[in-house]
T-cell receptor
Framework: DAGVTQSPTHLIKTRGQQVTLRCSPK?????VSWYQQALGQGPQFIFQ???????QRGNFPDRFSGHQFPNYSSELNVNALLLGDSALYLC?????????????FGPGTRLTVL | RKEVEQDPGPFNVPEGATVAFNCTYS??????FFWYRQDCRKEPKLLMS???SGNEDGRFTAQLNRASQYISLLIRDSKLSDSATYLC???????????FGTGTRLKVLA
């Protein structure tokens, strides 16, 4: 049973560039959430996708956008990268209707912006 | 005031000790509470959910105090393998936004 997978594992970009991160949820899961985790901090909720729609968003600017595909996989796009966007980006999947809170996280993508 | 607050630690305890962490939350309408564990440079993993009546899983006990708006995690008979960061997570009523605390670092010493 495959868990949550994310790609790439590491990424280095320069300021102003754009980046796309990818996530495949755990088998059978239909909901994907994205988080940003800066060093020494807890994960910060970016947004959640369900039925190919963004249904909840955290306090992140419009530079952060996403997409969910019919197979439930998801992408996170960040435009006009800033130095402060350097962080670990985590994807978490869950199953709508099942016990709330049981999210399974992927290993994350470590983004460095130079 | 942060929505979810934790003491960042680190808590350095000897093997076999009992250690407790608290986490406070600001939104009284919050409905669901969890503890996650995160090892260094790894992803968070669900440790346990926190129920109103309190719950226990082996050496781990979680409690919720709605009146004072805090949750707690008690670890008994600490093992070296318990060394990790423990993240408190709160989910508000009618929302899908999970709010994480900054985490509490635990180091269990031999």
């Amino acid at each position: 049973d495959a868990g949550v997978t994310q790609s790439p594992t590491h990424l280095i970009k320069t300021r102003g560039q754009q980046v796309t991160l990818r996530c495949s949820p755990k088998s059978g899961h239909d909901t994907v959430s994205w988080y940003q985790q800066a060093l020494g901090q807890g994960p910060q909720f970016i947004f959640q996708y369900y039925e190919e729609e963004e249904r909840q968003r955290g306090n992140f600017p419009d530079r952060f956008s996403g997409h969910q595909f019919p197979n439930y996989s998801s992408e996170l796009n960040v435009n006009a990268l800033l130095l402060g966007d350097s962080a670990l980006y985590l994807c978490a999947s869950s199953l709508q209707g099942v016990f709330v809170g049981e999210q399974f996280f992927g290993p994350g993508t470590r983004l460095t912006v130079l | 005031r942060k929505e979810v607050e934790q003491d960042p630690g680190p808590f350095n305890v000897p093997e076999g000790a009992t250690v407790a962490f608290n986490c406070t939350y600001s939104n009284s309408a919050s409905q669901s509470f969890f503890w996650y564990r995160q090892d260094c440079r790894k992803e968070p993993k669900l440790l346990m959910s926190v129920y109103s009546s309190g719950n226990e899983d082996g050496r781990f006990t979680a409690q919720l105090n709605r009146a004072s708006q805090y949750i707690s995690l008690l670890i008994r008979d600490s093992k070296l393998s318990d060394s990790a960061t423990y993240l408190c997570v709160v989910l508000g009523s009618g929302t899908y936004k999970y709010i994480f605390g900054t985490g509490t670092r635990l180091k269990v010493l031999a």
